[in-house]
């Protein structure tokens, strides 16, 4: 089974990897149309069709029938030029245009069905909606419904019998009654909860999604993992981030850290830092907002004003440039108990010195939201794991160890591993050598952590930030080969997100 928002990523990977959605939307109504012959080998059929993806299929299906010699009766609900994705419309041109034994009967409102001529026909195929609804179904779809349940055919639902909620299976107002339901890569989770009344049979049918499309990161994650943004929402909205990080050594990998995540979308970015660096840090950017602490590293006497700004943020990063001094260990161990003591749902990323820290305490992973974003030598700290050079052990003991921990693993290598805590992978293959400049993981967290602030959940967030991190670093490589820096990534990670977005 899989849900909805995942299967259109998927949708959208496989374009990425180069089968397109017109291809799947083909195989699709080519699927339909194949079980129709082998179940009834209609003479006559009529099709209902949206004007969405769902009445793409039933378009794709219409002509393949034709070519068998089958007549179509075509209600499309909606006017042509209605018809809302480019896959369905090229597919409508193609129907439109075709010889063959075809009745238009266009429905712009559900007065049209007062004058509907009566239907005879051997299947009647529910090409309406799909997945496409929420909550009752509104005209003209509500009148086709009742029409398509009288025709005393062998109904057959694309995908989701129209009004039944793909999601949970309930039904407000009416529904496709049917005989049979055609769902395509995998059932959807309101099919397991409706009525047989309306969905029938149930069988799954493959489209040709490739396996890349679901094991590697690609456009469709990034999208689940960047929210819309409200038109009236105010500062902060869109996420507050607490970044914890620098120390006597190192300066700039929390302001590298922090600058990504404003470019990758967060609102508030607040780098709590000891005072020392606090003015070099803020010359870096004025987007920056320091919260200055005492000394010259991170020390337990900061954790309690650390701590007040915890309820005012919506994820932390721990880790950029902190060091590894006694007082530090002790401090980064405080502070991740308060955060699973008193804040355990909100998301903390744990990279660098903050992960190797928190090795010795592993319960604390546990026992918080968390994710760490080691690479190879890191991750051996952490689980006390050696890494195989075989991709298939590798892979088998990330998954094994984000299990084992609880909590959301990305392995930083030529190609990331991404392991949730209940074992799951996806591959990230975005990237290039050039990426091995120093700063490049300090900007992978901060997209990472921008992604958590926005309330995206810290799998998905590790799995976008992977693909968006590399893919900036490609386009760095794109505009000037490998020699480039981090900063140049931190720069382009806008035109990774927007080359991203081009596929949704």
Known sequence: MIALDRMQALEINSDWRGVSRRLLMENAGAQLAKEINERKSPSEAVIYAGTGNNGGDGFVAARHLINQDVKIVLVLLGRPRDITTTEAQANWQILSGMEGDIDFRIIRDSKDFQNFSEINSDVAIDAMLGTGIRGTPREPVASAIGSFNKLDSYKIAV????????????????????????????????????????????????????????????????????????????????????????????????????????????????????????NIVNSFSPDLITMQLPEEDLIPEAIPKISDQLEDSTAVLIGPGLGLGTRTEDAVIELMETIATDYPDLPVLLDADGLKIVSERPDLLKESNSIVTPHAGEFEILSGKKLSSKKKERIATVSETAEELRTSILLKAHVDICADEEGKVILNDTGNPGMTVGGTGDVLGGIISAFLSRGVKPFQAAVAGSFVCGLAGDICSEERGYEFTASDVKDNIPNAIERARKYW
Not at 190 to 213: K, N
Not at 223 to 250: M, T
């Open 159 to 278: 995908d989701v019998p129209t009004g039944v909620d793909p999601e949970t299976g309930e039904v407000h107002g009416n529904a496709s009654e049917c005989d049979l339901t055609i769902t395509f890569h995998d059932s959807k989770p309101g099919l397991m909860g409706a009525s047989e009344e309306f969905v029938g049979e149930i069988i799954v049918r493959d489209i040709g999604i490739p396996i890349t499309a679901e094991k590697r990161a690609g456009p469709g994650d990034v999208r689940l993992a960047i929210p819309p943004r409200d038109e009236e929402s105010h500062k902060g909205q869109n996420g507050r981030l607490l970044i914890v990080g620098g120390g006597s050594r190192y300066v700039g990998a929390p302001a590298l850290a922090g600058l990504a995540a404003l470019r990758a979308g967060t609102d508030l970015v607040t780098i709590a830092l000891p005072s020392r660096i606090a």
